[in-house]
């Protein structure tokens, strides 16, 4: 096995709320390799979306280990900036669309504030054809459906070439069926690509079409099995 593209060890993680401090995260470990897609699912609130803040740099651990290709992610040298920009995409929940740009000119966006200027449309507008909206490259997100959107948001996260993609209910606004088709075509871009892929959903579907599924509970993941995931998909553990 390859030397890990994302290592968490021991990572912790609280916020003060009041008097008190909250801990949302609690010896959380984790281990993600180049090319894998890892699900992770949990109650509503129970913090898969602060752990791919902290994967994404977006936030720090207050204590444990985060490597990134074998180097301490927050270590004092490192430059998190450059990290967000050129290793991670990032498909949050909402859009966070520019309204006053185009569809490509937000799947273009990343490329511009990592200054790569070199064929950033044409691997913008590739990737904006592969998820169907080859007829929308200039439309601005007020004139697009909330899927097509998502859509954009997706095309925005990948088309740079990030090491790593994180995604919070990737295909939330979409209809069952083009969610599919987006998830789908997600995964053949992973594996003509080779990015490590970590989503966060409540989607038996989208689960199950990734490589491993880890359940968080009580600040911390646990790998399912087959019957434990059909377990939790019915209700009876939630």
Known sequence: MSEPLLQANGVLKS?????????????????????????????????KSTLLHLLGGLDRPDTGSLRFRGAEL????VDLAAY??????????????????????????????????????RHAAAVLERLGLGDRLWHHPGELSGGEQQRVAIARAVAPGPALVLADEPT????????????????????????ALVLATHSERLARGCDHILRMSDGALAPLGEAETRDYFDGAVR
């Open 15 to 47: 916020y003060r709320s009041g008097d008190r401090r909250l801990v949302v995260l609690r010896e959380l470990q984790l281990t993600v390799h180049a090319g894998e897609a890892v699900a992770v699912v949990g109650e509503s609130g129970v913090g």
């Open 74 to 77: 927050f270590a004092p040298a």
């Open 84 to 121: 967000r920009s050129r290793d991670v995409g990032f498909v949050f929940q909402f859009h966070h669309l520019l309204p006053e740009f185009t569809a490509l000119e937000n799947v273009e966006l990343p490329f511009r504030i990592a200054r790569r200027g070199e064929d950033s449309r």
């Open 172 to 195: 939330g606004n979409l209809d069952p069926g083009t969610g599919a088709a987006v998830f789908r075509t997600l995964r053949e871009l992973q594996s003509e690509r080779r990015f």
